[in-house]
C-alpha cells in the first residue's frame, strides 16, 4: 500500500484542501514551490502509463481539480504548473498516480 493510498484511506494525516467521490488533493509534505499540492485519484492506479480509455473522464478529472485548486490557492493571475511524473526518468517516487499543482514563483523551463 503505498503512501498516497494510505492517506486516502485516513490512516495517516494529510492537509487536504479538497476532495471528492473521485479524488483528494492535500499539500505536498516537502513543497517544491509556495504552493505544492498534490491531486490523487481514489483509484490506485500507478501512473497515467497505466490508464486506460476507462480512466478517460477521471484522468479529465484530476485536470479539473487541479485547475481548481490553483484558483482556490490565488495562483490564477500569475500562473503555476502542473506535473505528473512517470517512472524512474520522471523521477516518479510514489507509485500512486498524482498531479503536482506548483506555484507561488517562476518555474524553470527545461524541468531538471
Ligand atoms: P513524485 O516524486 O512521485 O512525483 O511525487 C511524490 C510527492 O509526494 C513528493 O513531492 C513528496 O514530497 C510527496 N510525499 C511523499 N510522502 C508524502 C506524505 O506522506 N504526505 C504528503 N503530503 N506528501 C508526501
Known amino acids: 500500500m503505498t503512501v498516497f493510498a494510505r492517506i486516502i484511506a485516513g490512516e495517516i494525516p494529510a492537509d487536504k484542501v479538497y476532495?471528492?467521490?473521485?479524488?483528494?488533493?492535500?499539500?505536498?509534505?516537502?513543497?517544491?514551490a509556495p504552493v505544492h499540492v498534490l491531486v490523487v485519484p481514489r483509484k490506485p492506479l500507478v501512473s497515467v502509463a497505466e490508464a486506460g480509455e476507462e480512466d478517460a473522464e477521471l484522468l479529465g478529472h484530476l485536470?479539473?481539480?487541479?485547475?481548481?485548486?490553483?484558483?482556490?490557492?490565488?495562483?490564477?493571475?500569475?500562473?503555476?504548473?502542473?506535473?505528473?511524473?512517470v517512472g524512474v526518468d520522471g523521477g516518479q517516487t510514489v507509485g500512486h498516480l498524482h498531479i503536482h499543482v506548483l506555484g507561488g514563483r517562476p518555474m524553470g523551463w527545461p524541468p531538471g
Open 19 to 32: 476532495e471528492d467521490d473521485r479524488c483528494v488533493a492535500f499539500r505536498d509534505i516537502d513543497p517544491k
Open 63 to 85: 485536470l479539473l481539480v487541479a485547475a481548481r485548486v490553483a484558483r482556490e490557492q490565488g495562483l490564477d493571475e500569475r500562473g503555476y504548473r502542473l506535473v505528473t511524473n
